[in-house]
């Protein structure tokens, strides 16, 4: 099947500071992706949608300025946590969808696990 | 917007029993219902997925029922074994480009020996 992959697997950073996590799918492109958050035992939150070439949109209670969304290519999207504090720290997990015609099934990263010290 | 509520949100079974889980979604314009399987800090992982099109799929020990007039689709395994213990997941949404999954809260499936 399709590949997500994501970057880094893990980071620990101190509170204030601002941290870049990348998802990338590698054997297809993707106009759309689409970031998670999941808090411990708990479900998938969609967070938010990139839009290749165009502004994310957000869902409703998420921080656009806290959390920046860029997608600059076909193939890659970024989430960029600004000014971090404990209460962001957790499972970042972007997907994204093969239009190609194989399939429209929608594939997962690997995920991000964001502490902040 | 679209809401899926799972049920139940643990459920333990004996090795060899079967196991339910059930959900249910609010808006009737949503055509594609996948599964997803996640192991602790791990992905999900898709297990199998259902379109509107269809009642039932089967794949193997794994199988998805949709009703339609009542916004309902169940997952059901057979013949459970120890290692389908995880974080089952049901989604839901309109399947098309720009739109995304829409998550159930998850079913922690114990299988015990």
């Known amino acids: 099947g399709a590949v997500v992959s994501q970057h880094p697997s893990w980071v620990i950073c101190k509170s204030g500071t601002s941290v870049k996590i990348e998802c990338r799918s590698l054997?297809?492109?993707?106009?759309?992706m689409f970031w998670y958050r999941q808090f411990p035992k708990q479900s998938l939150m969609l967070m938010a949608t990139?839009?290749?070439?165009?502004?994310?949109?957000?869902e409703q209670g998420v921080e656009k300025d806290k959390f920046l969304i860029n997608h600059a290519s076909l193939t890659l999207s970024t989430l960029t946590v600004t000014s971090a504090h404990p209460e962001d720290s957790s499972f970042y997990i972007c997907?994204?969808?093969?239009?190609?015609?194989?399939?429209?099934?929608?594939?997962f990263g690997p995920g991000t696990r964001l502490t902040v010290l | 917007g679209e809401n899926v509520e799972q049920h139940p949100s643990t459920l333990s079974v004996q090795e060899g029993d079967s196991a339910v889980i059930k959900c249910t979604y609010s808006?009737?314009?949503?055509?594609?219902f996948p599964w997803y399987k996640q192991e602790l800090g791990k992905r999900p992982q898709l297990i199998i997925d259902?379109?509107?099109?269809?009642g039932e799929k089967k794949d193997q020990r794994i199988a998805v029922t949709l009703n339609k007039t009542a916004k309902h689709f169940s997952l059901h395994i057979t013949e459970t074994q120890p290692e389908d213990s995880a974080v089952y997941f049901c989604a839901a949404t309109f399947n098309q480009a720009g739109t995304a999954l829409i998550f159930g809260k998850g079913t922690t499936l114990s299988v015990s020996s």
């Open positions: 259902i379109r509107s099109n269809v």
């Open positions: 808006d009737s314009a949503s055509n594609y």
């Open positions: 990139s839009n290749e070439g165009s502004k994310a949109t957000y």
């Open positions: 054997d297809f492109q993707a106009t759309t």
């Open positions: 997907s994204a969808r093969d239009l190609s015609g194989r399939t429209d099934t929608q594939y």
